[in-house]
């Protein structure tokens, strides 16, 4: 089945604890992006990748860093975590830039205390 | 600059009414892609409808349907004869030729029975 799954569903970690979200597609595409969705601003782009070891800054990446080492994993990482980061985490994979829209992972819900 | 417009913060309807909810967007780009996706209570993201700019032919889908309008730059989407089930918050974006997706901040919709 194609998907993107995303790791952990729910995660509570406490402030400064560096945590890592992972994401992996299994259908070769190219574009990934991991959004986050906070009630009243709807979804906010954080990073994206074009493709391996081409990664890029959404509207939101500050506090956060992502990598491309392959193609299907795009995983998310929280070096020093504050509860202003607690939110619904999405990644997203496209066959490619622009018009093909998204599949999305089913979200991770991060609680920062 | 893009930007989706959903003006509509929550709509209330009761069960085999029609609703339908508005989304206006910007862009100077001639080529553009229009999305709708649905988010129900379990949290995930669901692909509705995918539009490019140059197709401006309304689309059905069941009880879904589509008005596509560049004079106004709207993209609204019809539910006809509503049903519990469909009680989400509905999300309307639109993707340039670059690399970005614009999401507006969602319709949160409520089916009475």
């Known amino acids: 089945e194609a998907q993107v799954t995303q790791n952990p569903r729910y995660l509570i970690t406490v402030t400064g604890k560096k945590l890592t979200v992972t994401c992996s597609q299994n259908?070769?595409?190219?574009?990934m992006s991991w959004y986050r969705q906070d009630p009243g601003l709807g979804l906010r782009q954080i990073y994206y990748?074009?493709?391996?070891?081409?990664?890029d800054k959404g509207d939101v990446p500050e506090g956060y860093k992502v990598s491309r080492k392959e193609k299907r994993n795009f995983p998310l990482i929280l070096e020093s975590p504050s509860p202003n980061q607690t939110s619904l985490y999405f990644c997203?994979?496209?066959?490619?830039?622009?018009?093909?829209?998204?599949?999305f992972g089913s979200g991770t819900r991060l609680t920062v205390v | 600059a893009q930007k989706v417009t959903q003006a509509q913060t929550e709509i209330s309807v009761v069960e085999k009414e029609d609703v339908t909810l508005d989304c206006v967007y910007e862009?100077?780009?001639?080529?553009?892609?229009l999305f709708w996706y649905k988010q129900p209570p379990s949290g995930e993201l669901v692909f509705l409808i995918r539009r490019n700019s140059f197709d401006e032919q309304n689309e059905i889908s069941g009880r879904y349907s589509w008005n596509f309008q560049k004079s106004t730059s709207s993209f609204n989407f019809t539910i006809t004869a509503s049903q519990v089930v469909d009680s989400a918050v509905y999300f309307c974006?639109?993707?340039?030729?670059?690399?970005?997706?614009?999401f507006g901040t969602g319709t949160s919709l409520t089916v009475i029975p």
């Open positions: 862009t100077r780009d001639t080529t553009y892609y």
């Open positions: 990748s074009m493709n391996v070891e081409v990664t």
């Open positions: 259908m070769n595409h190219e574009y």
């Open positions: 997203a994979s496209s066959l490619s830039r622009g018009g093909y829209g998204y599949t």
């Open positions: 974006a639109l993707s340039d030729t670059g690399n970005q997706f614009y």
